[in-house]
Each structure stands twice: as C-alpha cells, then as structure tokens.
C-alpha cells in the first residue's frame, strides 16, 4: 500500500479503536510467538513491503527512501538500495536481480543483489504499489493503484512487455507457481485471476465482504488464497472456482497476509498491535489460534517458512497535533523510530 496514506490510514485506525492489545482467541496467546529481535533502521518514518529470500536468508524492508537489506538471521544490516519512494520489491537470485517500485519517480528499479547498485529504470505509472516475481512466465508484475493496472516486466531483457488493465485499484498479488496470478483490488472488493503467459484475465470473483482488501497470500497445495480485509476480516477462497471457503475473524488495520507451508499457519499483521494465527487443518478448514501482541503500526510481514519467524516494521506512535480532531492529523511516527522486528514462534 502507498507508504504516506497507509501509515495515516493506520494512524486513524489507532486513534479511534480500543488498544487492546490481544482480543483473546487464546489465553497463552503471547506464548505462540514473541518478539525475540529489534533490528533499528531510524528514519525516515515511512515504510511499506516486506520480501524475504529463502535462498540468502535476507529481508527487504521498503523504508521510505531506500530498501534495507538485513541478514534475516542475525539481524546485520547489509546494505540498501536507493529507491525513493520504496514500495514493494521482488528478488530473483537465480538471476541475481530484484525490482523495486518507486512511486515518487514513477518507475521499477532494477537492482543488483550483491553490489545493491542500480541496474535500469523503467518508467511505470504512478502509485506503483505490490510487485511480485512469477517463476513459470519469468515475468515481475508490478501493481499500479489509481491507473487500474499491472505492469508486466520481461525478467530476461528488463523491458516492459505491457501493462494489464484491471476491474479497478489493485493492492497486492500472489503467483501459484502453475502460471497463475491473483490480484486484490481494493476498491471493487474483487479478486483477479490472470493467466501470467498469456496475460488474459481468466476470472474476477467478488468479495463482497471484505472492505479494502489489502494483503494477498496462498496455498499452493491446497488452491486457497488469503485476503486480509479492514473491516477486520480475513477470507478464504478457492482459487479455482473464486468460492469463498472462510471468513475468519482479524485484528484492525491489516496490510498483509502470509502463509507458513512448513506448519500451515496463515497470518495478518495489524496496525493496532496484533499478529493473527490461524490454522489450516485442511482446504476447509480453518482456526484462529490467537491475536499475538506486537507493536502498534506493524502493519507489514514477510514470513521464513523454515524457521517460521515472521517479520515486521513498525514505529513509535507520538501526538503532533493535541488539538487537532482528526486522528490522522494529531498522531505520527516518532522520528528514528522505526525498525524491523523478528518474531519466532514458542519453541
């Protein structure tokens, strides 16, 4: 999501909701995961995606002005990239490239994974937002909310192919890894299934009662995608037929979903403080475990299916404005404040 109105958006969330910071779907909820790490990255005071790279053990943190690349296992801060305007990013180490939006320059960087310099700049639209790698087409998509479109970069020769008109503004997308991408798009409550070969829209499924769906995850195996929604929902859908399987209760302020293989967990990350775990016994089947207590604005989640840490940004919430009367005007984020945190489950 855009980095200035997701963060105010979250902000407002905050100021108005109850700060509770558990809603209690377990007693021993602060026992499934807790916060073993804060990895500080200062400022600026706005941040976005998370990626992380199973084959290097790193996290890309979209932090403003720049990525921040950390070592995901000892926290050590190796390098950034300059990408102004930092949204979502995508690595592909078999080519020992990644792709970062800019939604101040209107374009998707090109980066090198070793040196972190930058490759090629393409120009994209404005408001570049989720940008996702699909293995089968060798192809990045990159969402552009307010023009309604994806832009489809050719991993190989670094152009533009084309650019993907869509049923309305997207947020994040998923790859299956058969040749298949689903977007979000937000403001018409649908999700979008686009064959990423031929770049035809196979089918577009509403989901009525998901308001703003944000952060976009999947099974694979089991064909169930996962969209966090902020009216504190998360549902469950077929990505076959665009059957809605479950509708499970989330804390406030979602960004992002995420999918642990490994232990067959789902979670939301909420901007008022809370990490949800749900359990997926089967493709219909589905528990809330618990809201886990983290840090009000972590917002945005990247997971490592191997040791099952999962990570998140977050800030310090601070008044700027005492007399002001709109929560996005009286609260910010306290300058320098914010950082990557690493959240491992109970062994």
């Known amino acids: 999501m855009h980095q200035a109105r997701s963060i105010a ?26 916060i073993t790490k804060t990895v500080p990255l200062g400022s600026p005071e706005r941040w976005d995606y998370l990626t992380y ?22 926290g050590a801060l190796l390098g950034s990239v300059p990408v102004p305007g930092a949204n979502g990013v995508a690595v592909i180490p078999g080519l020992g490239k990644g792709y970062a939006g800019s939604s101040t320059n209107k374009s998707v960087l090109v980066f090198d994974l070793v040196t972190f310099k930058v490759l ?31 832009m489809v970069i050719d991993t190989i020769t670094d152009t533009v192919v084309t650019r993907l008109p869509l049923a309305g503004k997207p947020e994040f997308a998923a790859v ?26 196979e089918a577009t499924w509403p989901i009525s009662d998901c308001e703003g769906p944000h952060g976009l995850a999947i099974d694979a195996a ?32 979602s960004d992002a979903s995420a999918f642990d293989g490994k232990r067959n967990l789902v979670f939301s990350s909420n901007g008022t403080g809370t990490l949800t775990v749900i359990h997926e016994s089967g493709p219909d089947n589905f528990a809330v475990l618990a809201d886990v207590p983290t840090q009000l604005l972590a917002r945005t989640m990247a997971v490592d299916s191997e040791t099952g840490r ?15 009367t709109n929560p996005k005007k009286r609260y910010g984020v306290r300058p320098g404040s914010v950082r990557l945190l690493f959240v491992d489950p109970a062994t």
């Open 222 to 253: 089991t064909r169930r995608l996962f969209s966090s929604c902020l009216n504190s929902k998360l549902l469950v859908v077929d990505s076959g037929s665009g059957r809605i399987v479950a509708a499970l209760p989330i804390g406030l302020g």
């Open 120 to 150: 090629k700049e393409l120009p994209a639209d404005e408001d570049t937002d989720g940008v996702v790698y699909d293995p089968v087409s060798k192809r990045v998509f990159v969402m552009d909310g307010d023009p309604h479109n994806a």
């Open 53 to 74: 790279d199973p084959t290097s053990h790193r996290v890309y943190a979209a932090h403003g002005s720049s990525i921040a690349v950390v070592d995901g296992r000892s």
């Open 310 to 324: 999962v990570y998140l940004l977050a800030g310090d919430r601070v008044e700027v404005d005492p007399t002001a």
């Open 176 to 201: 299956d890894g058969a040749g298949k991408l689903f977007v979000n798009i937000t403001d018409a409550r649908k999700i979008q299934r686009i064959d990423t070969k031929t770049l035809k829209t």
């Open 9 to 34: 958006a979250v902000l407002g969330l905050i100021g108005v909701a109850a700060l509770a910071p558990a809603s209690g779907f377990a007693a021993d909820a602060g026992q499934l995961y807790t």
